[in-house]
């Protein structure tokens, strides 16, 4: 099994700063794709940020130029760098791993999701 453990949520002051990281362990074969989410309630999950193998990065409109997400393939880790923060972007952020093997097919994995709040 895999499991991610993220961290780096917290309070942040409109404009604000704040790293996400999330840590992959486990078996892990071949990951496809890294990406974060958020959802806030009564609304849908939106996908914010991802990074593929090869280190493709997309972003969604609400975010580009505010967030840059990055990779650690040495330790496994995925960041969300996000500036410019907004009382808008507060909600709880999930990492997602999507990993393919032969034998299983694919393999879909969450972290427990961190909140952010950003708030005066």
């Known amino acids: 099994q895999v499991h991610l453990v993220e961290s780096g949520g917290g309070l942040v002051q409109p404009g604000g700063s704040l790293r996400l990281s999330c840590a992959a362990s486990?078996?892990?074969?071949?990951?496809?794709?890294i990406e974060w989410y958020r959802q806030v309630p009564g609304e849908q999950r939106e996908l914010v940020a991802s990074?593929?193998?090869?280190?493709?990065?997309d972003y969604a409109d609400s975010v580009k130029g505010r967030f840059t997400i990055s990779r650690d393939n040495a330790g496994n880790t995925v960041y969300l760098q996000m500036k410019s923060l907004k009382p808008e972007d507060t909600t709880v952020y999930y990492c997602?791993?999507?990993?393919?093997?032969?034998?299983?097919?694919?393999?879909?994995?969450w972290g427990q999701g961190t909140q952010v709040t950003v708030s005066t």
């Open positions: 997602h791993l999507k990993t393919w093997r032969s034998d299983v097919g694919w393999g879909y994995y």
């Open positions: 486990g078996t892990i074969y071949h990951v496809n794709i």
């Open positions: 990074i593929t193998q090869n280190g493709i990065t």
